[in-house]
C-alpha cells in the first residue's frame, strides 16, 4: 500500500537522491534556485527595447510566421504538469509492497511444491492454496490501489479543464487564442476579471490593477503602469505576471517569459522538485512490517530447519514455511488501516477537510508546529471596518462573519454625518442582482476598502444605492497618490435646500490639513489643539491596532458662492477645498475569522504551537496575532517591554519575552542558530513580512528541533513551504493550483477551525488504529501454535492456512475496521501531540505482548480456546488426546485407511480428513468467539468497556458480521468442497466461551489496574 | 559534516546494538535489569499457570463427559471403508524368486495370527444369519463371534504357507473397517473385477465372498476385546496370459445398503489396487 506521499513528485527527487550533499548545502541550492527566479530585466529596458529584443512591433505586434516560429522554439505557455507515476507503477507498487512479497513467496513455494508432486505423485492433492494466497494479494493489492486512487480523483476536480483565452495582436489584428498559444513577444491585452496569460512588460494601462496575492501574498491590489517603480522585478508596475488576476482596468503589454520560464512557473518547478520526507504514518507502518516480516521469516526457517532435523522431507518442511509464513502475516491489517485511514478521510472532508492523501489524515494527528498564513486562513479576507472615531471616542464596530458583535450607539449626529459622507464619497456598488443575499455575503465592484465602508454603511444605515439618489453626484476628484484623498460634490437630501455637499474622504493627516472645525456631538466646534492632539492619539491607536485609517470631512458649500448649477471643475480646482468640517475617522482591518481564536486556544491546550507566517505587515500581524490569541494576552514582545519599561530594546533580556515579532528582513541575517534559538524560546511567533524561501527556512527550523510541522498557504509563495512541510494544507476557495498541487490536504473553507478538527480527527485514529493493530495481532499470533504442535508433538493439524486467512481477511475484518469509529477515552484535544521518536503506532509491548505468548507455545487464549475446540471434536468421534500424540504419520498417510481411533473404529483417509477439516472450522469458529470479547477488549486501552459503553454502532455490527460470516463459512452448503470447512454442531460453538470470558475479566483487571496506579508496573509493561 | 555525523550515529547504533543484549552500564540483559526480567517472568509464570490450570480444567470436564465404551458422535463413520491385505495397493513380484513375495506372505500371516484357533476357539460359534446383538446383556464386555482361518480355505496359509504366490495366482485378503455398531442390512458380500475387457477367474472364500451378518454389531475395543473382523479372500486365478501385465482389481461390497460408490472416498465400501505377476 502506499507509504509515501502522491507519488508523483517521488520521481522528481530523484535526481537529488544522486548527489549526497549535506542538507545544509542542499538547502543553499534550493536558495540558489528561487534566486533565479528573477533574472527577468525588461522592466528596466525602454518599450523600443523590449520590442527589439523579441523582433515585435507596439502597435501591429509579432507576425503569425514569427509566432509560429516562436510556438516551436518555446514549447507551449503552460506549466509542464508534475511528472506523474505510471499508473501501472502505481499498481505494481500496491501488488509487491508491503506483505505481498511474503505472501508471494509463499504462494510460489507453495506451486513448486505442488508442482513437484504433481510430477511425482499420480492423484497429486487438490492443494489451492497457492491458488488463494495469489488471489488474496491480488485482491487486496486492487483493494488499495483502487482506495488510492479514488483520493486522488479528488484533485483532478480541482484541475481547471476549461482552456484559457487569451486576446493578442498579430499583424495588427486582435485575436482571441488559446492561452497556451502565447509566444513571447506577442502583444496582448487583458482587462479586468481576465487571467493573465504570461508574464507581461506592461506598455500601457488604463487603471489597472492586478492581484498578485497568489504570487507575493499582499492582498492589495496593486496598480500597474509602463513605468518602472523598482528594480526588483516583482516589486516593479510594469511587469505583470503569469497565473495573477486583473482586477480592474485595462492593459497592453509584451509577452517576456511563457510556461515555465514564468516566475510562477519556476516556483511550480522548485515546488515539485522539493524533497519531501515520509509522512509519520508511513514509516510507523513500514517500522511495523519489518518487525513482523523479520520474525515470519525468522520462525519460518527456524521451523524449516527443525523440520530437516526431525526428518520430515523437504517438500513438507516448505510446506511447513509456508504454513508459518502464511500463519505470522497479518494480511488483513494493511487493507484495515487503508480502510480506518479512509473513512477517517471522508469524515474530516465532510467537515471541510479534504485529503488528497490518505497517510496525512494522521500527520495531522501528530503534528506540534502548525504554521499558518494569516490572509484568508486567520482573517476573513475581506477588509471590515473596525473602528471609527467620532464625538471624540473611539467606537467599535461590528467585525464579525455574522454581524453577532456588539454594536454602537448610531444615534449620534455625528455618526449620520460621517455615514453620510463615507456612503456618498465612495466609488464602490455592490454587483447586481445579489439582494436576496445578507449583505456581507455580496459582491463589490470597487476596492477593498471602499467595499469595506459600503458593506459598513448598508448595514447600519440602510440602502446606500437610495441616499446616493437623493444626493445626486455633481463633481467628483478621484484618488490619487498626491492628492491623498477623494473628493465628491452632492446636492443634498433637502429639495429645499440648494446648497451643495462636498465630502472627503482620505489619510487622515491630510484630511485634517483641509479642516478648521469638527464635528462633536452635531455641533461645529473650531478644532484646537485639545481636539487636534485628541486626533492624533485616536490616529495612532488605531493605527497601532494595525488597521488602516481614513478620514473623513464635509462642508456645506454656501449657496451665495456656489449657486444651484455651478460647474465644478475637478481639473482645475475652482471651488473650496479648505477650511472644511472634520466628521470622523474609520479604519478598517481584515478581521480574524469567528471559530479562529477558539480554535487557536484549542490548538495550544492540544500542545500544538501556532506560527504566524505572513507577508503582511508587522503590525497589522502583530494585532491580528493578539486578536486571534497567537499572542496570548498578557504575553508580550521584546518590543513591548521595551516601551513598558521604557528602555531600549537591546536591554531587554530576550528570555522575559515569550512572544516574538519577527521581520522578514531580520529572519535574512539569522544563522541556523539564532534562528533555532527564536523558534525554541518563544511559544508565541509571528513572522511577518516573509518572503517563499524564509518561509521554507521557518519550516525547516522547526522540523529541524523534531517538530511535525503542518503548514497553511494559497498562494504560489507558499507552495515550497507546503511541500516542504510534514503536512501542507492548502485553501480550497483562494489557494492557487500550485500550492492545492503540492498540499497534501485542502481546507474547502479556508477556515482555520478546520484545521482543528483534522487534528482532532488525526490524533482519533492513531488511537484507534493502534487498537485495530492489537486487535488483529492477539488473533495473529495463535494462529501460528497449531503449526508448532503440529510438527512438535506430531498431532493433526489443528488449523489449516485456508482458515487462517479467512480469520485475516474474512472475519477480523470488520470488527478492526469498527474500532475506527470508537469514540475517544478521554479529551484528546488536552494532551500533548505524540512523540515520533517515542510514542509508536506498535511498540515493542504490543509486540512482546503479542510474540510473549508464543513464548510458551500456546498458551494464550485464543490458542487454548482452538485447542480446546480441536481436543473436543475428535475425543467426542473417538479420538482422545492420547491416542493423538505422534498418530501425524498414519493420520496423513494416504494409503492407510484402517486408521484405528481410541474406541477401535477404523477410518478411512477421507473421513478422518473430514473431521480434521471441522476440527480446522472449530478452531476458527472459536477464535471468532474469543475475538468478541477481543474487539470489546480493544475499545479501549486505559478505560473499563463499562465507562466506554457500547455506542459504537459499527462495532455491535462488526460482532453480527462476524458471526455471521462465520456461521456462513461453516453451514453454507458447498463450503467443505470450497474451502474444506464443515458444519459444526451447536455444541461446538460454545468451547470457547470460558476462553473467552477469562480474556475478559483479565483485561478488564489490567485496565483496573493501569487506572488505579498510573504510571506504574501494569501500565509500564503492558500498556499499549 | 554529513560524514562525521554519519559515523558518530554509527557508533552510537553499534553501542545501541551490543547495549541491547548487555548494558554494563545499567547492568541490563536484553533491556531489562534482574530484577525487571523477574518480575516479568513471575507475571509470566503466574499468567501461564493460571491459563495452563484452566485449560486442564475444561479438559478434564471434557474427560468427564465422554463414554468409555462408545464415542459421542458416530456420524462420520456411518459406513466402513474396504481395506486389502497385504497392505499395499501395488502387488507386483516375480513368482519364481520368493525373496520379491515373502514380504506380503509374512505379512498376510502375521495379519492371520489373531484368526488362529487356538485364539478362535474362546469365542462363541454363534448362529448365522442374523446379527449378534448383545444389547440386553448387564455385562459391558460382550462375547465375539469365532472366525477361523480355515474359513479361507485355499488362502488360509494353512495348506499352501505361500498363499499362492509361488504359483502366481495370488491370496489378497478384504477386510472392512470396524465401526460401532454397525449392521449392514441385506447379504453384503465382495465382488471383484478386472477393468480390462477380459475377465480372469478368481475364487472367493467363504464362498461366494458372503461377509455374515453374524460378526455384526462391533461394540467397541473395550467392550468387545476378542471381536475379530470376518475376512473375505480372493484368490486371483491368474493364467499365463495375465503374468508380466499390470492388472488394475476393483473389489467392491455388494448386496447390502453398505456405500461403495463415493466420489471423495476412493475407499469407502471398495477398494482398487494392481496386481503385477512376473514370470
Given at each position: 500500500m502506499g507509504y509515501g506521499r502522491s507519488d508523483s513528485y517521488r520521481v522528481a527527487t530523484t535526481q537529488d537522491k544522486d548527489d549526497r550533499s549535506p542538507k545544509k548545502k542542499k538547502g543553499a541550492k534550493d536558495m540558489d534556485d528561487l534566486k533565479k527566479e528573477v533574472p527577468i530585466t525588461e522592466h528596466k529596458m525602454s518599450i523600443e527595447e523590449v520590442c527589439r529584443k523579441y523582433q515585435t512591433d507596439i502597435v501591429q505586434g509579432l507576425t503569425n510566421a514569427k509566432a509560429a516560429e516562436y510556438l516551436i522554439r518555446d514549447g507551449p505557455n503552460a506549466l509542464t504538469p508534475p511528472p506523474t507515476t505510471p499508473e501501472w507503477v502505481k499498481f505494481c507498487r500496491q501488488l509487491f509492497g508491503g506483505f505481498s512479497v511474503l505472501l508471494w513467496t509463499g504462494a510460489i513455494l507453495c506451486f513448486l511444491a505442488y508442482a513437484i508432486q504433481a510430477a511425482t505423485e499420480d492423484d497429486p492433492a487438490g492443494d489451492n492454496v497457492s491458488i488463494v494466497l495469489t488471489a488474496v494479494v491480488v485482491i487486496t493489492g486492487c483493494f488499495s490501489y483502487f482506495q488510492e486512487a479514488k483520493s486522488s480523483k479528488i484533485m483532478e476536480s480541482f484541475k481547471n479543464m476549461v482552456p484559457q483565452q487569451a486576446l493578442v495582436i498579430r499583424e495588427g489584428e486582435k485575436v482571441q487564442i488559446n492561452a497556451e498559444e502565447v509566444v513571447g513577444g506577442d502583444l496582448v491585452e487583458v482587462k479586468g476579471g481576465d487571467r493573465i496569460p504570461a508574464d507581461i512588460r506592461v506598455v500601457s494601462a488604463h487603471g489597472c490593477k492586478v492581484d498578485n496575492s497568489s504570487l507575493t501574498g499582499e492582498s492589495e491590489p496593486q496598480s500597474r503602469s509602463p513605468d518602472c517603480t523598482h528594480d526588483n522585478p516583482l516589486e516593479t508596475r510594469n511587469i505583470a505576471f503569469f497565473?495573477?488576476?486583473?482586477v480592474e482596468g485595462t492593459a497592453r503589454g509584451i509577452v517576456i517569459c511563457t510556461g515555465d520560464n514564468t516566475v510562477m512557473g519556476r516556483i511550480a518547478t522548485l515546488t515539485s522538485g522539493l524533497e519531501t520526507g515520509k509522512t509519520p504514518i508511513a514509516k510507523e507502518i513500514e517500522h511495523f512490517i519489518h518487525i513482523i516480516t523479520g520474525v515470519a521469516v525468522f520462525l519460518g526457517l527456524t521451523f524449516f530447519i527443525l523440520a530437516i532435523v526431525l526428518g520430515y522431507s523437504w517438500l513438507e518442511a516448505v510446506i511447513f514455511l509456508i504454513g508459518i509464513i502464511v500463519a505470522n502475516v497479518p494480511e488483513g491489517l494493511l487493507a484495515t488501516v487503508t480502510v480506518c485511514l479512509t473513512l477517517t478521510a471522508k469524515r474530516m472532508a465532510k467537515k471541510n477537510c479534504l485529503v488528497k492523501n490518505l497517510e496525512a489524515v494522521e500527520t495531522l494527528g501528530s503534528t506540534s508546529t502548525i504554521c499558518s498564513d494569516k490572509t484568508g486562513t486567520l482573517t476573513q479576507n475581506r477588509m471590515t471596518v473596525a473602528h471609527m472615531w467620532f464625538d471624540n471616542q473611539i467606537h467599535e464596530a461590528d467585525t464579525t462573519e455574522d454581524q453577532s458583535g456588539a454594536s454602537f450607539d448610531k444615534s449620534s449626529i455625528t455618526w449620520i454625518s460621517l455615514a453620510r459622507v463615507a456612503a456618498l464619497c465612495n466609488r464602490a456598488q455592490f454587483k447586481a442582482g445579489q439582494d436576496q443575499l445578507?449583505?456581507?455575503?455580496?459582491?463589490?465592484?470597487?476596492?477593498?476598502?471602499?467595499?469595506?465602508?459600503?458593506?459598513?454603511?448598508?448595514?447600519?444605515?440602510?440602502?446606500?444605492?437610495?441616499?446616493?439618489?437623493?444626493?445626486?453626484?455633481?463633481?467628483?476628484?478621484?484618488?490619487?497618490?498626491?492628492?491623498?484623498?477623494?473628493?465628491?460634490?452632492?446636492?443634498?437630501?433637502?429639495?429645499?435646500?440648494?446648497?451643495?455637499?462636498?465630502?472627503m474622504k482620505g489619510a487622515p493627516e491630510r484630511v485634517l490639513e483641509c479642516c478648521s472645525t469638527i464635528l462633536v456631538q452635531g455641533k461645529e466646534q473650531p478644532l484646537d489643539e485639545e481636539l487636534k492632539e485628541a486626533f492624533q492619539n485616536a490616529y495612532m491607536e488605531l493605527g497601532g491596532l494595525g488597521e488602516r485609517v481614513l478620514g473623513f470631512c464635509h462642508v456645506l458649500l454656501p449657496e451665495d458662492q456656489y449657486p444651484k448649477g455651478f460647474a465644478f471643475d475637478t481639473d482645475d480646482v475652482n471651488f473650496q477645498t479648505k477650511d472644511l468640517c472634520f466628521v470622523g475617522l474609520m479604519s478598517m482591518i481584515d478581521p480574524p475569522r469567528a471559530a479562529v481564536p477558539d480554535a487557536v486556544g484549542k490548538c495550544r491546550s492540544a500542545g500544538i504551537k501556532v506560527i504566524m507566517v505572513t507577508g503582511d505587515h508587522p503590525i497589522t500581524a502583530k494585532a491580528i496575532a493578539k486578536g486571534v490569541g497567537i499572542i496570548s494576552e498578557g504575553n508580550e514582545t521584546v518590543e513591548d517591554i521595551a516601551a513598558r519599561l521604557n528602555i531600549p530594546v537591546s536591554q531587554v533580556n530576550p528570555r522575559d519575552a515569550k512572544a516574538c515579532v519577527c521581520h522578514g528582513t531580520d529572519l535574512k541575517d539569522l544563522s541556523q542558530d539564532q534562528m533555532d534559538d527564536i523558534l525554541r524560546n518563544h511559544t508565541e511567533i509571528v513572522f511577518a513580512r516573509t518572503s517563499p524561501q524564509q518561509k521554507l527556512i521557518i519550516v525547516e527550523g522547526c522540523q529541524r528541533l523534531g517538530a511535525i510541522v503542518a503548514v497553511t498557504g494559497d498562494g504560489v509563495n507558499d507552495s515550497p513551504a507546503l511541500k516542504k512541510a510534514d503536512i501542507g494544507v492548502a485553501m480550497g476557495i483562494s489557494g492557487s493550483d500550485v500550492s492545492k498541487q503540492a498540499a497534501d490536504m485542502i481546507l474547502l473553507d479556508d477556515n482555520f477551525a478546520s484545521i482543528v478538527t483534522g487534528v482532532e480527527e488525526g490524533r482519533l485514529i492513531f488511537d484507534n488504529l493502534k487498537k485495530s493493530i492489537a486487535y488483529t495481532l492477539t488473533s495473529n499470533i495463535p494462529e501460528i501454535t497449531p503449526f508448532l504442535l503440529f510438527i512438535i508433538v506430531n498431532i493433526p493439524l489443528p488449523l489449516g492456512t485456508i482458515t487462517i486467512l479467512c480469520i485475516d481477511l474474512g472475519t477480523d475484518m470488520v470488527p478492526a475496521i469498527s474500532l475506527a469509529y470508537e469514540a475517544a477515552e478521554s479529551d484528546i484535544m488536552k494532551r500533548q501531540p505524540r512523540n515520533p521518536f517515542r510514542d509508536k503506532l506498535v511498540n515493542e509491548?504490543?509486540?512482546?505482548?503479542?510474540?510473549?505468548?508464543?513464548?510458551?507455545?500456546c498458551l494464550n487464549p485464543h490458542a487454548l480456546g482452538g485447542f480446546f475446540a480441536y481436543f473436543v471434536i475428535l475425543a467426542e468421534n473417538g479420538f482422545l488426546p492420547t491416542t493423538l500424540v505422534g498418530i501425524r504419520l498414519n493420520w496423513d498417510d494416504r494409503s492407510c485407511n484402517d486408521l484405528e481411533d481410541t474406541y477401535g473404529q477404523q477410518w478411512t483417509y477421507e473421513q478422518r480428513k473430514i473431521v480434521e477439516f471441522t476440527c480446522h472450522t472449530a478452531f476458527f469458529v472459536s477464535i471468532v468467539v474469543v475475538q468478541w470479547a477481543d474487539v470489546i477488549i480493544c475499545k479501549t486501552r486505559r478505560n473499563s468497556v463499562f465507562q466506554q459503553g457500547m455506542r459504537n454502532k459499527i462495532l455491535i455490527f462488526g460482532l453480527f458480521e462476524e458471526t455471521a460470516l462465520a456461521a456462513f463459512l461453516s453451514y453454507c452448503p458447498g463450503m467443505d468442497v470450497a474451502l474444506r470447512m464443515y458444519p459444526l454442531k451447536p455444541s461446538w460453538w460454545f468451547c470457547a466461551f470460558p476462553y473467552s470470558f477469562l480474556i475478559f475479566v483479565y483485561d478488564e483487571v489490567r485496565k483496573l489496574l493501569i487506572r488505579r496506579n498510573p504510571g506504574g508496573w501494569v501500565e509500564r509493561e503492558t500498556y499499549y | 559534516m554529513a560524514s562525521t555525523e554519519d559515523k558518530a550515529a554509527k557508533q552510537e547504533s553499534a553501542t545501541g546494538w551490543k547495549d541491547s543484549f548487555y548494558n554494563p552500564r545499567t547492568g541490563e540483559v536484553l533491556g531489562r535489569t534482574g530484577s525487571s526480567w523477574a518480575l516479568i517472568l513471575l507475571f509470566y509464570l503466574v499468567f501461564y499457570c493460571f491459563l495452563a490450570g484452566m485449560f486442564a480444567l475444561t479438559m478434564w470436564v471434557l474427560l468427564l463427559t465422554l463414554d468409555d465404551y462408545v464415542p459421542k458422535y458416530r456420524d462420520r463413520v456411518p459406513y466402513p471403508g474396504l481395506v486389502i491385505r497385504p497392505n499395499s495397493l501395488d502387488l507386483s513380484f516375480n513368482k519364481s524368486d520368493p525373496l520379491k513375495y515373502v514380504q506380503y506372505v509374512k505379512h498376510l500371516e502375521s495379519f492371520l495370527q489373531r484368526y488362529n484357533d487356538s485364539q478362535q476357539d474362546k469365542n462363541d460359534d454363534c448362529p448365522p444369519g442374523e446379527y449378534f446383538l448383545q444389547d440386553d446383556t448387564e455385562d459391558m464386555s460382550k462375547k465375539a463371534c469365532l472366525f477361523k482361518r480355515g474359513f479361507l480355505s485355499l488362502c488360509s496359509g494353512l495348506s499352501d504357507t505361500n498363499f499362492g504366490y509361488s504359483e502366481g495366482k495370488p491370496c489378497v485378503l478384504l477386510k472392512m473397517n470396524r465401526i460401532i455398531g454397525l449392521k449392514p442390512r441385506g447379504d453384503p458380500y465382495i465382488n471383484c473385477t478386472v477393468k480390462r475387457d477380459t475377465p480372469i477367474q478368481m475364487q472367493y472364500f467363504p464362498s461366494e465372498g458372503r461377509i455374515d451378518k453374524k460378526y455384526f454389531p462391533y461394540y467397541g475395543k473395550k467392550a468387545h476385546e476378542s471381536y475379530v473382523q470376518p475376512l473375505v479372500a480372493v484368490e486371483l486365478l491368474l493364467t499365463k496370459d495375465d503374468y508380466n501385465k499390470e492388472l488394475p482389481v476393483e473389489c467392491r461390497v455388494e448386496g447390502s445398503d453398505l456405500r461403495n460408490n463415493d466420489e471423495r472416498d476412493k475407499f469407502l465400501g471398495r477398494v482398487t489396487f494392481r496386481v503385477t505377476v512376473v514370470e
Open positions: 497565473s495573477t488576476n486583473c445578507p449583505i456581507l455575503k455580496r459582491d463589490v465592484a470597487g476596492d477593498a476598502s471602499e467595499s469595506a465602508l459600503l458593506k459598513c454603511i448598508e448595514l447600519s444605515c440602510g440602502s446606500v444605492r437610495a441616499m446616493r439618489d437623493r444626493n445626486k453626484k455633481v463633481a467628483e476628484i478621484p484618488f490619487n497618490s498626491t492628492n491623498k484623498y477623494q473628493l465628491s460634490v452632492h446636492e443634498t437630501e433637502d429639495l429645499n435646500d440648494n446648497r451643495y455637499l462636498l465630502v509491548r504490543l509486540i512482546s505482548i503479542a510474540y510473549g505468548q508464543i513464548v510458551i507455545v | -
